[in-house]
């Protein structure tokens, strides 16, 4: 298994400009999320998915648009980039319920370091 | 709504002491509790975790972590600190169903002085 990936590793946006980050998991797992880490803030929630088709807002989602159109995909898309999310974005994957537990835990993929001038 | 505190921005410790990182949370019900390490550049790894029973985790790494409800503590240990476990560390807590949620604290930085 791959795990959970993350294209790209870098990226370098001018204000404005629009790009997609992309996420993949080869777990079959339900449940998938986007966070952003900053500098004293520890890590944030942007949108999350509990299965294709359906997403919701975290704490942070404004400049942020999520689809799922898959269980193993989940792209997030930055419209009009701003240099306030200049960030490291993780994506993370957990199965939704598995026997004998009610939580199961997140797998995070590398991150994406996004600069944006 | 939930919460996660750390109090230490930045730890320096000397190789072989020991060390304790401070987590307090903020949550309503039973929390799911969790320490994750973060090295340079590099994504998350799970340390440990808690989520019911006995209230001492033991993780990998040789870290373990007590949980505390009385203080709504949930501070990792680890008795003899290595140079390699210079990173920063992150608790959160999690909130079941609905995507399986993780609120963070801000983290805490290691650094291990040899």
């Known amino acids: 298994n791959a795990g959970v990936t993350q294209t790209p590793k870098f990226q370098v946006l001018k204000t404005g400009q629009s790009m997609t980050l992309q996420c993949a998991q080869d777990?079959?797992?339900?449940?998938m999320s986007w966070y952003r880490q900053d500098p004293g803030m520890g890590l944030r929630l942007i949108h999350y998915?509990?299965?294709?088709?359906?997403?919701d807002q975290g704490e942070v989602p404004n400049g942020y648009n999520v689809s799922r159109s898959t269980t193993e995909d989940f792209p997030l898309r930055l419209l009009s980039a701003a240099p306030s999310q200049t960030s490291v974005y993780f994506c993370?994957?957990?199965?939704?319920?598995?026997?004998?537990?009610?939580?199961?835990?997140?797998?995070f993929g590398p991150g994406t370091r996004l600069t944006v001038l | 709504a939930q919460s996660v505190t750390q109090p230490d921005i930045h730890i320096t410790v000397s190789e072989g002491a020991s060390l304790e990182l401070r987590c307090n949370y903020s949550?309503?019900?039973?929390?799911?509790l969790f320490w994750y390490v973060q090295s340079p550049g590099q994504g998350l790894q799970l340390l440990l975790k808690?989520?019911?029973?006995?209230?001492l985790v033991q993780g990998i790494k040789g870290f373990e972590a007590e949980f505390k409800r009385s203080q709504s503590s949930f501070n990792l240990r680890k008795p003899s600190v290595h140079w390699s476990d210079a990173a920063e560390y992150f608790c959160?807590?999690?909130?079941?169903?609905?995507?399986?949620?993780?609120?963070f604290g801000t983290g805490t930085q290691l650094k291990v002085e040899l």
């Open positions: 993370a994957s957990s199965y939704a319920k598995a026997s004998g537990t009610t939580y199961n835990e997140q797998f």
């Open positions: 777990m079959n797992h339900e449940y």
């Open positions: 998915s509990v299965g294709a088709g359906i997403t």
């Open positions: 949550y309503g019900a039973t929390p799911y």
């Open positions: 808690y989520f019911s029973g006995d209230t």
């Open positions: 959160a807590v999690g909130s079941p169903g609905g995507g399986n949620k993780l609120t």
